[in-house]
């Protein structure tokens, strides 16, 4: 655990030369009626430049107030927030070089298309002619050439949402920011939108900081992700790392589906322990933060489990469990099992269907689970201020 | 063609049309006669500005003339009254409709302390009987010992006037998307220039509302008014005074074109809405 927050610090000093954005111990406190709440409690991150960057998390995470931080509409409370070097706390939102897509969208009414996505050029006095041509431009690249004239009410959600990122993105920001701008479309918009949205971003090799609570979202568009719970983060990294790694429960819940067990060291050699998991059962983690005695959790995605009705042979048993199917679902492409471990524990195991059609357990068969050691992810708790300030201290 | 009209001639809306039950002219009927009843007071007046009456009454119609709108200024009493009224109407309402305007706008947008009493204030202003805010604005006066007149009138109408801007203005404020003067800012409008480009547009109906309002409340006040106008004489006050000797029926000339002029402001506000939205 030690090495990898090490690797992540080092990470962060070797960026912040490059980094679009940087925030350092960023604290915000929210003050109303004697009541104060933390919405981001300790942050340091470091943007790269043309990153297609994901602020992930619940509602109420943080990751909203970070953004509004970024765009100058909340002040930090601690902490300094910088722009490619230069610290921003205290420069108001208009004199930031950064762009703003609203989850509202805030397309001004009163104005056509053209007026609204021409506003922040006219703002900066660029000459009618200019704002003409890159108006156009911009409507060309979100697609909306023909409907300039036309007022934002008149059109549909997906075409306001790109109205939005033309405004936005004609000032040529050094960095975009998105507060869940995709959360008001139904699916299969959504879903078109991703794909533009990326598409667009690598047109334009801007930054992008975009905020959202929708982990696939995150996973399929970001070139990294933070994680934020509670106004601090879990993890940063990119899709990948934060799928087949997740540092805390938290990640490894919230991203994707995980297998939770807990168990008892009973053997701690060479950085991998082997904790008790039944009568029959062996699971070996590779960890390097464990001791005999301790208790510890891990997590194992569904779709790295094997499951099987013979126990598998002692080579293979390096990671195995015995349970009790419970439930079978088949998914046409795939089955997916809810398997009792005589541990007590539910495990859900997903199966590909592909030629060992015979493979396939039912209601009620007992069963193998077995997988690879190093897909026992060994999940640390999240982290929390006390522990950051002690941190501080050592 | 046979498969195609058999389910037409089921359907409900060719049923419905041979014959309508009873119940169905209930709400018709009932519409007309409320418009009838709010809209005949007017008639009235309109009618009687055309009546040819011959007598210090106008209460019987003798004749239809249009000589009332000839001799419209010929009682120099009743002029001078509706210039009064008129001036005062217009300085109220611009006046109310900038502090009222800006009240509206903290109570619609900010939290700040002292809100709920602000807001407590502004209500009870509107709910106070006329003859209250009249009498205690008098008492006010004599004991500030400010000679009444003209000023003091004003200052009565400006204070009447600002909850009712201050009202509109805050409903439309509050079901604006917050985000749109932080958009302003975020594309590098600084807060000057976000609130003219954007905010004033956003607010403009409500503002106008809050004027006309204004401006209908000013003119034709007589309680307030009559407690606080010393020698000077307004419209209404006038015509009240008339109304013992018989009302002439310029009165009622003057009335019409009152009803005009507001009539046209609505149907430009109702256009200018209908336009807004296309």
């Known amino acids: 655990m030690t090495s990898q927050a090490d690797q992540q610090q080092h990470d962060t000093a070797s960026m912040v030369d490059t980094a679009a954005i940087n925030l350092r111990g960023v604290e915000k406190t929210f003050v109303a009626k004697n009541e104060t709440f933390q919405a981001v409690q300790r942050l340091d991150l470091s943007i790269g430049e043309g990153e297609f960057f994901s602020l992930l998390g619940p509602s109420g995470c943080g990751k909203t107030t970070t953004l509004r931080m970024i765009a100058g509409f909340e002040e930090p409370t601690a902490g300094e927030i910088l722009l490619h070097g230069q610290n921003m706390v205290g420069v108001p939102p208009y004199k930031r070089d950064v762009n703003t897509v ?10 056509t298309v053209e007026q609204n996505v021409a506003f922040g050029l006219e703002r900066k006095r660029i000459g009618k002619a200019e704002v003409r041509t890159r108006v156009g431009e911009m409507l060309e690249i979100v697609g909306l050439g023909e409907r300039g004239s036309r007022r934002p009410q008149q059109l549909s959600g997906g075409q306001q949402q790109r109205v939005a990122l033309a405004r936005a993105l004609v000032n040529r920001p050094s960095a975009l920011l998105l507060d869940e701008p995709l959360a008001a479309l139904d699916l299969k918009l959504r879903q078109a939108m991703q794909v533009e949205l990326k598409r667009i971003q690598r047109e334009v ?7 959202t609570h929708d982990q696939g979202e995150a996973l399929t568009m970001s070139d990294r992700i933070v994680v934020m719970n509670a106004g601090l983060i879990e993890q940063v990294g990119n899709p990948q790392e934060l799928y087949e790694r997740p540092r805390t429960r938290f990640v490894a819940g919230f991203l994707g589906t995980s297998n939770i067990m807990e168990g008892k060291v009973t053997r701690y050699d060479d950085g991998v322990a082997l904790i008790d998991a039944g009568a029959d059962g062996r699971v070996l983690v590779p960890t390097d933060d464990a001791a005999v005695g301790d ?7 569904p779709e790295k489990i094997v499951l099987s009705h013979d126990e ?24 997916t099992y809810e398997v009792r471990l005589n541990g007590g524990e539910t495990v859900t195991v997903l199966e590909q269907n592909g030629s060992t059609a015979d493979a396939t357990a039912v209601r009620g068969d007992k069963v193998w689970l077995s997988w690879r050691p190093q897909h026992s992810l060994h999940l640390v708790d999240s982290p929390s201020v006390e522990e950051g300030a002690a941190d501080d201290a050592g | 063609m046979t498969t195609t009209e058999a389910p ?4 409900p809306v060719a049923r419905r049309k041979p014959k309508r039950k009873w119940t169905y002219y209930i709400l018709p009927v009932y519409t007309w006669a409320v418009l009838l009843f709010l809209c005949l007071p007017i008639f009235v007046m309109i009618l009687f500005g055309f009546n040819d009456t011959k007598g210090r009454y106008n209460i019987t119609f003798q004749g239809f003339t249009l000589k009332w709108y000839k001799e419209l200024f010929a009682i120099d009493g009743l002029t001078n009254a509706l ?59 004599l004991s500030l010992n400010i000679p009444r007149g003209y000023t003091t009138i004003l200052l009565a109408h400006i204070m009447f006037c600002i909850p009712f801007v201050a009202v509109t203005v805050q409903a439309r404020v509050a079901g604006l998307d917050g985000s749109l003067k932080e958009a302003a800012m975020d594309l590098g409008a600084t807060p000057v220039v976000a609130f003219r480009k954007i905010t004033l547009p956003m607010i403009m109906p409500g503002l106008l509302a809050g004027a006309l309002l204004s401006f209908a409340l000013s003119i034709d006040d007589f309680v307030t008014t009559s407690f606080n106008a010393g020698q000077t004489v307004t419209f209404p006050l006038w015509v009240y005074g008339a109304s013992r000797l018989g009302i002439p029926a310029q009165v009622n000339v003057m009335g019409t074109l009152i009803f005009l002029f507001g009539l046209i402001l609505a149907g430009y506000s109702i256009l200018a809405g209908r336009r807004k939205k296309d």
């Open chain 1, 312 to 335: 598998p042979p002692a080579g293979d048993r390096e990671c195995s469990v015995q349970g009790t199917v419970e439930e079978m679902v088949y998914l046409g492409t795939s089955n």
């Open chain 2, 8 to 11: 037409r001639a089921t359907s």
């Open chain 1, 205 to 211: 090799g801007i930054t992008f900081v975009f905020v």
């Open chain 1, 295 to 301: 208790r510890i959790t891990i997590s194992v995605r």
């Open chain 1, 102 to 111: 609203f989850q509202s969208y805030a397309l001004f009414p009163h104005m």
């Open chain 2, 83 to 141: 210039i009064n009224s008129l001036t005062i109407a217009v300085i109220a309402t611009v006046v109310s409709v900038a502090v009222g305007g800006a009240l509206g706008m903290a109570l619609g947008r900010y939290r700040f302390r002292g809100k709920g009493p602000l807001s407590l204030v502004v209500f009870a202003q509107i709910a106070t009987p006329e003859l209250v805010l009249g009498t205690s604005l008098l008492s006010l006066f």
